[in-house]
């Protein structure tokens, strides 16, 4: 069976200081994962996707991805945090039909 | 280009009644999906329509249904409303092709009382 993890249910970091949230997949095949965060009263923007080649995939507001297989891990990274990525980050894996499975997501905190 | 639309954004119901959403997709997008979204359960998958067909469907009962038109805009609906159902409704659309990321709308706030 196909599932998400986010081990990291809320992360409080300082404003400027590096960020790593975590993500597990479970999934028989190649996976296609993606990052997208949601802020408070909407909806969820994608931030980045991978789908095969490089395992370091870059995303819009300076943020990162890195696919690991032997961990099945697919964990989001940014150097220096802002006061405005405080969100719900939300971690996606995709199979054929356009299902997509949802980590519960990771509440991120920053301090001035 | 217009981003998904979802209406009403809010919404208050008692139980028993029942409810009808609305989301209008992306141009060109024919897959529509809809999830449920509580505090501490993250997205739940509901279903998936593309081309006005049931594709695939979560574990929900029977109490949601949903539909797709020719236009792709698609609703859905919830009877007898439970106070479980409170709850954010999402609904995104996406190309055909499972390497396509999903577009959310901003959600339909559904509050029973």
């Known amino acids: 069976a196909q599932s998400v993890t986010q081990p990291d249910i809320h992360i409080t970091v300082s404003e400027g200081a590096s960020l790593e949230l975590r993500c597990n997949y479970s999934?028989?095949?190649?996976?296609?994962l993606f990052w997208y965060v949601q802020s408070p009263g909407q909806g969820l923007q994608l931030l980045l996707k991978y789908f095969s080649g490089d395992t370091l995939v870059q995303g819009i507001k300076g943020f990162e991805a890195e696919f690991k297989r032997s961990q099945s891990s697919f964990n989001l990274r940014k150097p220096s945090v802002h006061w405005s990525d405080a969100a719900e980050y939300f971690c996606?894996?995709?199979?054929?039909?356009?299902?997509?499975?949802f980590g519960t997501g990771t509440s991120l905190t920053v301090i001035p | 280009k217009a981003g998904v639309t979802q209406t009403p954004r809010y919404l208050i119901k008692t139980r028993g009644q029942q409810v009808t959403l609305s989301c209008s997709p992306i141009s060109g997008h024919r897959s529509v999906s809809w999830y449920q979204q509580t505090p501490g359960q993250g997205l739940q998958f509901l279903f998936e329509y593309f081309s006005e067909t049931q594709r695939n469907k979560g574990n929900f009962p029977g109490r949601f249904s949903g539909r797709q038109f020719s236009n792709s805009r698609s609703e859905m609906n919830v009877s007898t409303l439970e106070l479980g159902d409170s709850a954010l409704y999402l609904c995104?659309?996406?190309?055909?092709?499972?390497?396509?990321?999903?577009?959310f709308g901003d959600g339909t706030r559904l509050s029973i009382l």
């Open positions: 995104a659309s996406s190309l055909e092709g499972y390497n396509q990321p999903q577009h």
């Open positions: 999934y028989g095949a190649t996976p296609y």
């Open positions: 996606a894996v995709a199979r054929t039909g356009n299902q997509f499975y």
